[in-house]
């Protein structure tokens, strides 16, 4: 399987060299990071499945790679995290809690897997909390 550096970047077309780099470090699409490192199912053959992990992975990679722009010209702001950027990041936080409890959930009762079972009450609370306050 070739690594990220290897494979051609879907969005800028690069090959065997970084997307960008910024401040002497080596920056790649998201895109390109996918390619490279291809989800796995648990149950491939179903689509419930494919579709929920599919969410799961987004939301984890949002969350992930979130971080407030102190680009522009605007001045640096006071606080490390001003209040827009925590409430940004929160909220990208209880989504991908959503999505994982979803998948999770999915994977302990429809599927019987063991090791989702013990976590269906837990994830159900979830489930039914985000799912209510969501629009």
Request: net charge positive; glycine share 8%; charged share 30%.
């Amino acid at each position: 399987m070739p690594s990220v550096h290897q494979i051609q970047c879907p969005v800028c077309g690069v090959e065997n060299a970084p997307c960008t780099v910024k401040n002497g470090e080596q920056m790649y699409h998201l895109e390109r990071k996918r390619a490279a490192y291809r989800t796995t199912y648990e149950h491939p053959d179903c689509s419930e499945c494919r579709k929920l992990k599919d969410a799961m992975v987004r939301a984890e990679d949002s969350y992930r790679t979130y971080k407030p722009d102190f680009g522009g010209t605007r001045p640096k702001p006071k606080s490390r995290w001003p209040k827009g950027w925590r409430d940004g990041s929160r909220s990208l936080e209880l989504g991908m809690n959503f999505a994982r409890a979803e998948y999770e959930f999915h994977l302990g009762s429809v599927h019987k897997d063991q090791s989702y079972q013990r976590d269906l009450g837990k994830n159900f609370n979830i489930i039914v909390r985000e799912g209510r306050l969501g629009p």
